[in-house]
């Protein structure tokens, strides 16, 4: 069976302070791994799709990268306006985005 | 801006009332997508229409239905809403249903049940 895990579930930070953030995946024949971001009372806003093993992704603080078994979301020196719940989700061989529960992160200044 | 729009934002039924949901979207998009996110649960998908054709995932209640009479509007219909029934509803819109294309959301329903 196709699962996503995400850890931490919680992740708090100071301001300026650098951390990565978990996907764990097993599925067969993955096509893409997806990172979204999605605010208190949002729908998730698309971030990156990484399609395999090595391949790097940026956005201003975030660096997302893939291996065969997982992808890392880095934070650069965070701002409070980066907290925000991220969500890890794959699609392997049907339509369905297959997400894990997401990481919650707070930021304080 | 092109985007997914959702209505309502919160919506509130008693035990059994069928209850419409509605999402439309600019960005002209072949697929629509309706999930379901309970409380602190991961996004689930129930089904998706790629441009009229209709596709349910196997795990998908019977209560769920949904319809899409053209291109910018999806509804789903929620038949006797239970209160396991109680979450958010996003809506996504997709160019195509490749890993290339990513899934583009609402800001969702959140439904209640009394």
């Known amino acids: 069976e196709d699962q996503v895990t995400q850890s931490p579930e919680a992740l708090r930070l100071q301001e300026g302070e650098s951390s990565s953030l978990n996907c764990s995946y097993t599925?067969?024949?993955?096509?893409?791994l997806f990172w979204y971001r999605q605010d208190p009372g949002k729908g998730p806003e698309f971030l990156f799709t990484l399609y395999s093993a090595g391949e790097e992704k940026e956005k201003e603080r975030l660096k997302a990268t893939l291996t065969k078994k997982e992808s890392f979301l880095h934070i650069t020196a965070p701002k409070p306006e980066d907290s925000a719940t991220y969500l890890c989700?794959?699609?392997?061989?049907?339509?369905?985005?297959?997400f894990g529960k997401g990481t919650t992160l707070s930021v304080s200044s | 801006d092109a985007m997914v729009i959702q209505n309502p934002r919160y919506q509130v039924t008693q035990f059994g009332k069928p209850v419409t949901l509605s999402c439309s979207q600019t960005?002209?998009?072949?697929?629509m997508y309706w999930y379901q996110q309970k409380s602190s649960q991961a996004p689930k998908l129930l089904f998706h229409y790629y441009d009229k054709d209709f596709n349910n995932e196997a795990d998908t209640p019977d209560n769920f239905q949904s319809r899409r009479p053209n291109t910018s509007f999806c509804f789903l219909d929620i038949r006797s809403p239970g209160l396991g029934d109680a979450a958010m509803y996003l809506c996504a819109t997709s160019r195509d249903t490749g890993a290339n294309q990513p899934q583009h959301f609402g800001d969702g329903t959140r439904l209640s049940i009394l």
């Open positions: 960005l002209n998009h072949n697929v």
């Open positions: 989700a794959v699609q392997a061989g049907g339509t369905a985005l297959i």
């Open positions: 599925v067969s024949g993955l096509r893409g």
